[in-house]
Antibody
Framework: EVQLVESGGGLVQPGRSLKLSCAASGFTFSNYYMAWVRQAPKKGLEWVATISTSGSRTYYPDSVKGRFTISRDNAKSSLYLQMNSLKSEDTATYYCARQLLWVSGVMDAWGQGASVTVSS | DVQMTQSLSYLAASPGESVSISCKASKSISNYLAWYQQKPGEAYKLLIY???TLQSGTPSRFSGSGSGTDFTLTIRSLEPEDFGLYYCQQYYEKPLTFGSGTKLEIK
């Protein structure tokens, strides 16, 4: 069974940093592109980052580019999101997601999410 | 960025009925459109991709249609477990963008 379990969320002050982790199991992690998607309270979904299988290619929307860094450790089947210079608008539940093997950009497995609150 | 619009934020229907949820893209995205379902306490679930291709495990009462800018998710003969939130997403280009969601509730 495919499982994605996020951790590392919490309350953080504006301007500070936080690192999320996602532990993957039930599939060959190194074969898949992975992504982070977030959902602010009472809002819709927003794509945050995507990383290639080797980690050599990463993609971000303008809203987080330069502040967030996605990375992975294939030996540990783990995905990470380093979030720096956090803003109140980064408050959201962050989901780790696996991208469909043969269709780039489609997420076929999701974690339950990690809550991040940016507030003083 | 491609804006995805789900005009109906809320829809109420009864078990056994059929419903359609629409999604409109701000520019043509060919058929690069996916549909997701979220139910309280559960992870998001991919239902359909490429506009009309059912993901493995998606019941056949679900269908997707459309191309270009206008897309529809249809659920025939609603089951109690179908009630929840539905989102469309385009993957034609980055940034990947989602619709605002349609909440399907029991009437």
């Amino acid at each position: 069974e495919v499982q994605l379990v996020e951790s590392g969320g919490g309350l953080v002050q504006p301007g500070r940093s936080l690192k999320l982790s996602c532990a993957a199991s039930g599939f060959t992690f190194s074969n898949y592109y992975m992504a982070w998607v977030r959902q602010a309270p009472k809002k819709g979904l927003e794509w945050v980052a995507t990383i290639s299988t080797s980690g050599s290619r990463t993609y971000y929307p303008d809203s987080v580019k330069g502040r967030f860094t996605i990375s992975r450790d294939n030996a540990k089947s783990s995905l990470y999101l380093q979030m720096n210079s956090l803003k109140s608008e980064d408050t959201a539940t962050y989901y780790c997601a696996r991208q469909l093997l043969w269709v780039s950009g489609v997420m076929d497995a999701w974690g339950q999410g990690a809550s991040v609150t940016v507030s003083s | 960025d491609v804006q995805m619009t789900q005009s109906l934020s809320y829809l109420a229907a009864s078990p056994g009925e059929s419903v359609s949820i629409s999604c409109k893209a701000s520019k043509s995205i060919s058929n690069y459109l996916a549909w997701y379902q979220q139910k309280p306490g559960e992870a998001y679930k991919l239902l359909i991709y490429s506009g009309s291709t059912l993901q493995s495990g998606t019941p056949s009462r679900f269908s997707g249609s459309g191309s270009g800018t206008d897309f529809t998710l249809t659920i025939r003969s609603l089951e109690p477990e179908d009630f929840g939130l539905y989102y469309c997403q385009q993957y034609y280009e980055k940034p990947l963008t989602f619709g605002s969601g349609t909440k399907l509730e029991i009437k």
